[in-house]
DNA sequence: CGTTAAGCGAGACGGTACGTCATGTCTTGCG
DNA sequence: CGCAAGACATGACGTACCGTCTCGCTTAACG
């Protein structure tokens, strides 16, 4: 049975179709091939549906992301930061790497050097849930005591941040022993 | 008097025109403002001319990048890593988000996130040179015989890795504080 | 108090308000600024009460018309057919070009020219009222024994025809010496 | 061949296939169904092209007209009035009512009660040129003698007029009768 | 020392996607 | 049941750039 319209909002199925058509084609296309009338045509939605609700294919894209990131990337709690340190690490690694979702993450990353508007849209909302779970790891670590003194945002960075630096600029592989010397560098 | 054509090569004025043109569009108004049109108006240049040499808006932007980032970004050599690093990684932040072209450098870095052939030409072109550069510092030291068994390549993104991360991916400032610490975490 | 709907029968109030915001939007903004959305927002009534009682916008204009041209040009009886023809003439000349109404009836009349079927109601409703009131001065002096053997209907074309032509055509004024040759040719 | 585009300005190739396309659309579709990306679809030529050269659909229209009627409705010259109308006005009652350039016209003139600025076209590029060939009609009759003191352009009038009404308002087929009353009434 | 071919400015061309507007259909809840 | 409200699929609008092409001028190496 098809929806067309009502006075109580907006079509909830609508909604899912435009963020996964645009989720599958930023995967099966690249960004570049993803347009707002590739998206409408592939949902089966009309474009003015799409500007209705959303100004520009990278809103799209935010909302996609943001819906489906919560349903990933579970810190583990094994007890001991240098544990969980290795059993998350590579879990984040891998989700920007390989998962669909983890390509979103890099084209927004890509369109926030492009567009400030978007930028703080990006950091707002997917930049800083990523953070909460990174920071969980740490505060766990610090509540039993493992660093009584510890800057958990200075913390947060040094850890992540150079593999965020190989995702998006050298892209080199985020080994084992990479993460290994990360977590070593830290608890030293 | 304008130069129209010679029968052996490229004309260095264009060239240098279309690069400028690239450069300063891409400053007053981001990079979706840029636009082959744009610059061909702005240099004084045929469209034609822009294609004959460049396959694209993003590799004019390379070159530009490439001809500028070459009078910038000279190492200290102070005599001590730790004075080093304190002198170089600011300026490094400093090209990275004041300059222009930082700005060119963000710009590439987000097309890189759309592209794999832009990702690879901007890793040789960009991102190696600046690695070099980075790496000079803690060779110098090595052979200072500051640290004897330093790994280079992993010292390099623990040290860059966090700045970067916030250039591109926080937008956190870069303080004088958040340098001291990476410092401190490496000489430990 | 707005009404919104009951269960007898249509709104008369929203009709008339329909009926007159097109006539409005049509002498303020021209035949191209009509449109459905336009004239519900105008009359303060949902697009489907317009769409449950009018096939187009063109059927809404055709019934104002046939609303307003009723209230207008009773042909006058003046004893003679000269006479009658001078008084009338000039008034139905300045009812097809000064008058909201006229203006509605070249509007139906240029969109008569696009689409039989509007074509065959604008003749139906439209034409044939007009030309009602030409014949009738015709009849009453063909009953006057003015003319015995005339035919009235061709007598119509001769006499109103010019005047059309140059109100939709050459656009050309109807001055009075105009109207004296038409009547002229036909008492000859 | 195909032609591109050159620096003396535009392709004559393109010019025609756009308005033969207009012609056989509107032909085949009425006004309604002539639209700019049709039009561009049929010719196989781009948008942006026609927006180049053409303001809008009508103006293409006219132009198409324009190039056609000349090589239309050369009126006779038969050594008499009476002749000369007799075989002139059906082949001009023809020409309105049968041909692609007759459906044209009608367009236009529909159009025309729309918009003054397409009126104002109409008048100078296609009623002017139809009205010259009437015209010469009755100068030739006047040359030879046959009326000394005609007002030819209130003549034009009465003797077209009756038949544009009858193509545009009414819908009236013209008979042979009919158009020797026109001529009876005129030469009376 | 004139020929001639490459580089150039100019700009029209066939395309693709943009973001907007109006159409006519539909669903809902109030009166 | 009629209505106001308004979301929806559809499709054309007019614009902006893309990358390709042709043209005629300028200019420097070659004949």
Redesign the interface.
Known sequence: MRHHGNRHGRSEQARQAVLEAADDILVER???GVTVEGIAARAGVAKQTIYRWWPSKVDILLDAFVDDMNEELTPPDLGSLADDLAAYLPMLATFLTETDEGAVF??L???????PAV?ARF?DEC?LPL?ARDRLILQRAAERGEFADL?VE?AV??L???????V?????PITRE?ID??VR??V?
Do not use: M
């Open positions: 690249g960004f570049a890099r084209a990353a890509g369109q926030a050097q492009h567009d930028a950091r930049v953070r800057d200075a960075d040094q992540v941040g150079p593999l965020y630096y190989r998006l600029v050298t892209g080199e990479f010397g990360l560098a830290l030293a």
